[in-house]
Nanobody
Framework: VQLQASGGGLVQAGGSLRLSCVAS????????MGWHRQAPGKQRELVAV???????DYADSWKGRFTISRDYAKNTVYLQTRSLKPEDTAVYYC??????????????WGQGTQVTVSS
């Protein structure tokens, strides 16, 4: 499986971005795709994930502001971000995994897309 992320950029505080990640290759019938982020000097952390059956999980920091969704026909996962804050600045990575229990440690990473929020 290969992942191609896009949609990052520079945005003012309060703005929004929609990140997209297209998966290609041989995907398992059950899978978990999602978004993680890595801010400068910090560890990579889960933002949101969604399974192929529609289960979702969000980190508390982004619950209510970010929405994850999937287009199963297009093998694409989206992260709609809203009310962005400077502390949301990070590289956002698309991810792919094969079990719900290991959703915080996916098996495949896409390339990152930079999100920069200016104050």
């Amino acid at each position: 499986v290969q992942l191609q992320a896009s949609g990052g950029g520079l945005v003012q505080a309060g703005g929004s971005l929609r990140l997209s990640c297209v998966a290609s290759g041989s995907m398992l019938s059950y899978n978990v795709m999602g978004w993680h982020r890595q801010a400068p000097g910090k560890q990579r952390e889960l933002v949101a994930v969604i399974s192929s059956t529609g289960n979702t999980d969000y980190a508390d920091s982004w619950k209510g502001r970010f929405t994850i969704s999937r287009d199963y026909a297009k093998n694409t996962v989206y992260l709609q971000t809203r009310s962005l804050k400077p502390e949301d600045t990070a590289v956002y990575y698309c991810s792919y995994g094969d079990t719900w229990s290991s959703r915080r440690v996916p098996i495949i990473w896409g390339q990152g897309t930079q999100v920069t929020v200016s104050s």
